[in-house]
Structure formats: C-alpha cells, structure tokens
C-alpha cells in the first residue's frame, strides 16, 4: 500500500505537469475565472433575496435543520437495531448509490440522505426566491445543481463505501490506474479534461463505424459529399440530401449496421447524399454560416444534379444541421430557387426562445469570453464544447466516469455511440460566433430579423412540406421548442415526437421495437394540447417518416451508381474529412 501511494503521488505529479504544460497561458484558465466569476454572481442574485428576507431565510434555515436532524434521529434508531424507513431517498434512476452498503450501513445511509436532503433544499431555496428573473434563475438552478454533483459523497474514496472496498482489495492500485488515465485525459484535452467515456481503441472508421459502403464524390473547404451505392435495382428518382450537425461528426447517421439510418435509406430505395464537414483549423476562421450554406448546402444541390440528372431534392437536416437547412430553405424562396421540395427536420430548433438547457450556458459575458478563445486559435476547440454537453447532465456524463476512471481504475468500455460522442470536432470562430450570438441570444430568425448575404430570411416564405420529429427528453432541442418552431413555416407540417432523447430518440431502428412515437393534426394550439389528442404508435417512427415521404414522390428509376459516371470518386466512404481528430 505505501509503495502503491508512492505511485499514485508521482502520477498526480505527471497529471499536474500534463495540466500546466498544455493549457495555453490566458486560454482554459482566462474562461475558467469568467466562469466562476458568472456562478458567483449568479448565485449571489438569490442569496441577495434572502438576506434581505431574514424571516423568511430564518423559516428555511430551520427547514433544513429540521430535516437533516430527522434524518440523525433515524440514524441512531437504526443504530439501536430498528427497521426504519429513510427520510429521503434518490431520485428513479439515480445510480450513484446502487452499492447496497449505502443502504444497509447506517453510516453510509446517514451520508446519502443528508446530502440527497442538502441538495435539494438548495434547488427549492432557488425555487422559492421571488423576483429573480426567468433566465437568472435557470443558470443558478444549474450552477447550484452542478455544485451539488461535484460535492456527492459518492464522488470520495473515504465517503463512498464502494470505493473504499475497492481501494482496501486492490492495495491502492485502482487509484494509481485512475490517475494515469487522468494524466492522459489531461493531455488528450490539451490542459483540458477530456474525460474518455469510451474504449478509443475498439473502433476503426469505415471498418466497425461508418460502413455503409458508398464514395466521396466532392471535395471542398467546408465539406465532402458522400453518396451511397444502391443496394436495390430501382431507387426513388428523388435523391435525399442529409445535412447533419457539425459539432459531432455525420456518422452518427451510420453508426453500424443495425443502427444506421443511412443504410436503412439505401435499403428502402433512396439514393442517399449526406455532408461530411470538415473538422477545420485556424485556416478556417472566418467560414460563417454564409460558407456552409454556399459551399456545403447550395454546393451539395449543384453536385447531386451532375452526378443524377435530377433537380428536385429532398432534404434531411440533423440539430444544428437542420437550423443551417432551414436558414438555407429561407434564402432559396427569397431567391426563387425551388430545388429543394421536401425537407425533414431531425431535433431541430429554429425558434430559440425556448431553446432548453444549452441556453443557461449562453450570454452576453461568456460569449466575449469564448469570442476572445477564438481570437486566438481561430476556432473553438472541440472538447470545449463536449465539456458543455456534459455540464448539462453531471451525474450521468461527468461523475460516473470520473468515479470509475479516476477511482476505480477501471477502462470504459467500447460502445459506439459513446465513441462517436467523443469524436468532436472543431467549429470554425465565424459559424459559432453568429449561431450562439444570432439564435440562442438574438433569435434573429423566428423574430424575422436574420440577414444572410443581404438577403433578410423569412420561413413563411418556405411552403414545402416539412416534417418535424422531436423526442420526448431532448435536453439540446426540446420537444415544446420544436413545436413552436415549426409554426413558422409556411406550408404544411408533420410534426412527430419520438421517445427517448436527442440521439437515441432518432437513431432508433424498426429493428429494435423500441420506445414509441406520436402523431396528430396540425401544428397549432399548444403543445400540450397537440400531445393530449395524438395518437401513440409503439416503435420507431422511421416507417411513419418512410409513408410520408415517399408519398410525396413516388416514381422510381433504374439504380444509380455513385457519381453517375460524370463526377470520379474522389474516395471510398466515410472518406477523409471525417477522420481528422481534434
């Protein structure tokens, strides 16, 4: 054991030297400080109310005194050998306090509850401060939240008794383990934690993930363009187009066979196009949300007409790509350009009044701070923005890995969504600044205000049909946002909420019969009231997509090759861009 805690002291030194020598000087550290300084003075808004209501701060001190006193009582009857029911127990799904000797040990019971009690205080002591407006009270509820994950007793070897036993039977070992993976998580992020959630090593593009066999057949700054080889005699003359989310990388769309909604496309008769973005460097700074459209949507229309003679497209946009695409849409009508004549939306927002819990992390001060970020690197760096996503849901996507990486020692395992989540990839300084600043802050587009190219965007002014699929726990696009967003269309909307959340909630295949989909009239009333008089379908809602889409343009002709013979294949599928890590 001492020689183990030896280990485990040089690997700290390894993982502090790891931290130092990456982070750039001003970079993490600079936004770090912008962020503390943010919860601070988020937090002490609330704090400001109660001091100046001490009465009422006396009520909710006691509150808090009476419980946590309650819980003690509990604990010494338990003590005495009593079977007494907890005080407070953890939220459905909760899975830091799994170990039945957080139960069974009146100690470790004691800890749990008075923590699980504490911290929901804190969120009701949020709650219950009268004057604090909307968006204030959103970010202190998310910083008090992200306080109270970090501060768990599951979080400590000497509070967690799993830890405990854990380091007791492996002589310190598992913590030396975990402070290696740490060093070199450290140095994966560049000075940043990149916290590996996945066995890396598990996996090969265009072998394991992304191995719908097709070829890229254009090659520009800001994507290739990748179709797909036929797998049936006749396809649908109609081509589809699928501009996915450049945040993570397209292949979400084509994780293996069986989840693959690409390969499903093909299999069903489609000629599929998707774009696969570039993962840039400095030299890209200044491509916009007017290069993506130019020289990815508009591109991507130009070169599906040479390669199958067709004019007419459907399109498919994926979260931040279904915002481009909308915007894209908006431009066209305004231009007369009609080429486009069907389009699906995958978790895709367009009003961002509602615009969920990225929001919170979104304002004037953390924008210049992110802005300032960029000035120097000419790009916002991929882990960044994964670190955001995390924050968003703690316990599950930072604590539980932190806990068994770190402190069990214990390797992930290979899971390919996971891996795919951790492939980021950067965002050009131009494209973030505009989408953070232009929808989340401003929210130009639904309030008619959006100009690209000088061109001012209206989405009344796009009368094709449209069909929106939204789930259920979609923390990024909210189901009640989507649903407000689709409003503004001109034309008809098929609006469809799907189970589960942002990607398991649209990766979900007919294969696996799983969670459900509703479907009902027309996009008008509330979402609450659209959702009363739906009609529920168990499974997935693809084949409900595939009736909707195919009825709009059914003709069929003779299976095309990739590239239709006037454009060589560049390369096979997934091709290159998608292979630069960040």
């Not at 550290?29 to 003075?41: G, H, Q």
Request: hydrophobic share 40%; glycine share 8%; net charge negative.
């Amino acid at each position: 054991m001492a020689e183990n805690m030896a280990q485990l002291v040089d690997q700290g030194r390894k993982a502090l030297a790891a931290a130092i020598g990456n982070a750039e000087a001003g970079g993490p550290r600079s936004e770090l400080a912008a962020n503390v300084a943010d919860a601070t003075k988020t937090l002490g808004v609330v704090a400001e109310y109660w001091l100046a209501k001490p009465e009422k701060a006396a009520v909710a001190q006691a509150e808090l005194y009476g419980g946590l006193s309650e819980i003690w009582r509990q604990t010494m009857r338990r003590y005495t050998g009593e079977d007494v029911p907890p005080v407070v127990a953890p939220e459905p799904g909760d899975k830091r306090f799994d170990s039945p000797e957080w139960e069974q040990n009146p100690f470790f019971d004691w800890l749990r509850q008075s923590y699980l009690y504490a911290s929901r205080w804190a969120g009701d002591m949020v709650e219950r401060a009268e004057g604090v407006d909307p968006h204030t009270r959103a970010k202190a509820a998310f910083y008090t939240r992200l306080i109270s994950s970090a501060v768990s007793p599951s979080n400590f070897v000497p509070t967690n008794p799993e830890l405990l036993r854990a380091t007791i039977e492996n002589r310190g070992e598992n913590l030396i383990r975990g402070m290696k993976m740490f060093a070199e998580d450290i140095n994966a992020g560049g000075g940043m934690l990149k916290i590996r959630q996945s066995d890396d090593t598990k996996f090969r593009l265009g072998v394991d993930l992304a191995t719908t066999p097709g070829k890229v057949i254009w090659r520009n700054d800001v994507m290739e363009l990748i179709q797909y080889a036929p797998t049936t005699e006749e396809v649908y003359a109609r081509p589809l187009l699928i501009t996915p989310p450049w945040i993570n990388k397209f292949y979400v769309l084509d994780l293996n066979p069986e989840k693959s909604f690409v390969r499903w496309a093909v299999n069903q008769g489609f000629t599929v196009f998707i774009v696969s973005w570039i993962n840039p460097d400095e030299s890209k700074a200044e491509k916009g949300f007017e290069a993506y459209m130019h020289e990815g949507v508009l591109t991507a229309l130009d070169v599906i007409e040479k390669a199958t003679g067709e004019r007419k497209v459907a399109a498919a946009g994926y979260c931040v790509g279904g915002t481009l695409l909308a915007l894209t849409l908006a431009y066209m009508a305004a231009k007369g350009d009609d080429r486009i004549d069907s389009v699906t939306f995958f978790a895709t927002q367009v009003d961002f009044s509602e615009a969920g819990d990225l929001q919170i992390l979104i304002d004037d001060a953390r924008l210049e701070a992110l802005d300032d970020a960029m000035a120097k690197t000419g790009y916002l760096d991929g882990v960044k923005m994964a670190n955001a996503f995390n924050m968003l849901r703690p316990n599950e996507l930072i604590w539980t890995y932190v806990v068994n990486n770190y402190m069990k020692g214990v390797e992930p395992a290979a899971f390919d969504l996971l891996y795919w989540n951790s492939d980021s990839t950067r965002i050009p300084r131009a494209n973030h600044s505009f989408y953070m600043r232009s929808c989340y802050l401003e929210n130009r587009l639904a309030r008619g205000e959006m100009v690209i190219d000088g061109v001012r965007l209206n989405l009344r002014q796009v009368k094709i049909p449209v069909y929106e699929i939204a789930t259920r726990e979609d923390h990024i696009a909210p189901a009640r946002s989507v649903f407000r967003g689709a409003k503004f269309f001109g034309g008809d909307v098929t609006y469809v909420l799907g189970g589960s959340g942002h990607i398991a909630g649209i990766i979900n295949p007919p294969s696996k019969g799983k969670y459900n989909h509703l479907t009902g009239g027309p996009v008008k009333g509330s979402f609450d009231e659209w959702v009363a008089g739906a009609k529920e379908t168990m499974g997935s809602w693809w084949p409900h997509w595939l009736l909707w889409i195919t009825a709009q343009a059914p003709g069929k002709v003779k299976a095309r090759t990739p590239g239709g013979g006037k454009l060589p294949p560049l390369c096979d599928a997934p091709g290159e861009y998608v292979r630069v890590r960040s």
